[in-house]
């Protein structure tokens, strides 16, 4: 889904139509039209990867497809149409993530489930630090196209975690409930430490694209992320905690290409 979404603005920046709408605009619209081409291209092939296994599953989820109906209504094309869309979805996701939650938490023993407790409580402190932060870093942008960016950010985290515990809960059901031994140190594993070298590089490059009033709320946001991944690496194998940091890497990425961009 993303992939289309992100394939739709690319489609319509690269036709005549786009390009002819472009060179009417004002010169800071067209920097933000060429940053955000940027930015959706990155997000294809950073954002959608990790996770491409579980998007596959749920390609045909109704909530999903409702909102792709939504996106191609005439009566919801301008841009605050678009953003009520995804916000729908992203409500749609977020009871989705409660239900396959309650239906996880009586499928484990006792010890595993206060790890995946654990877990849920990290993720949701983390998702309320980062809704700070894209809310500083989108402050520093104009123009529509960053407002639709923006719920986009605000709904991939959460269809990503529905599709996680889904899938927990799928393999708890199955037998396949216990846990998938000790991980070996990042360090020791070429792809993750691979992973946090980039997560690093963007981290850095958007703390020094931000002003600095703003850096607090991203060393926060990045505190609870970190809390959120030692808390779920207990949960997941070591593609899982690839995928986890991939998306970070991804979104920070996404964040430094953004910020600043009015």
């Avoid at 269809?159 to 000790?182: N, T």
Wanted: aromatic share 6%; hydrophobic share 40%; with cysteine.
């Amino acid at each position: 889904l993303r992939t289309r979404l992100t394939m739709r603005f690319m489609t319509f920046l690269g036709s005549d139509r786009g390009r002819r709408r472009e060179s009417r605009a004002p010169a800071w619209v067209r920097a933000a039209q060429r940053a955000l081409m940027r930015t959706l291209t990155c997000a294809l092939l950073l954002g959608v990867a990790p996770l491409a296994a579980r998007a596959e599953v749920a390609a045909a989820d109704p909530i999903d497809a409702a909102m792709r109906t939504c996106l191609a209504r005439s009566d919801m094309s301008s841009t605050m149409g678009q953003v009520q869309c995804m916000e729908t979805a992203r409500i749609g996701w977020k009871t989705a993530m409660d239900n396959a939650w309650q239906q996880l938490q009586p499928e484990l023993p006792p010890a595993r489930r206060k790890q995946w407790e654990k877990s849920q409580a990290s993720w949701q402190a983390s998702r309320d630090a980062e809704t700070q932060l894209l809310a500083a870093v989108f402050a520093t942008t104009r123009g529509t196209m960053y407002v639709l960016a923006e719920a986009d950010m605000q709904l991939q985290p959460v269809r990503d975690r529905a599709l996680a515990l889904r899938s927990a809960v799928a393999k708890a059901s199955a037998g396949g409930g216990d846990p998938p031994g000790r991980l070996r140190a990042c360090r020791a594993d070429a792809r993750c430490e691979h992973a946090m070298f980039d997560l690093n590089r963007y981290y850095r490059r958007l703390q020094a694209k931000m002003p600095a009033r703003s850096r607090p709320t991203l060393t926060r946001a990045q505190k609870a992320w970190t809390a959120y991944l030692n808390a779920t690496t207990p949960v997941v194998d070591e593609r899982g905690r690839i995928d986890i940091i991939g998306a970070r890497v991804a979104t920070l990425k996404r964040l430094s290409e953004t910020v600043g961009n009015d």
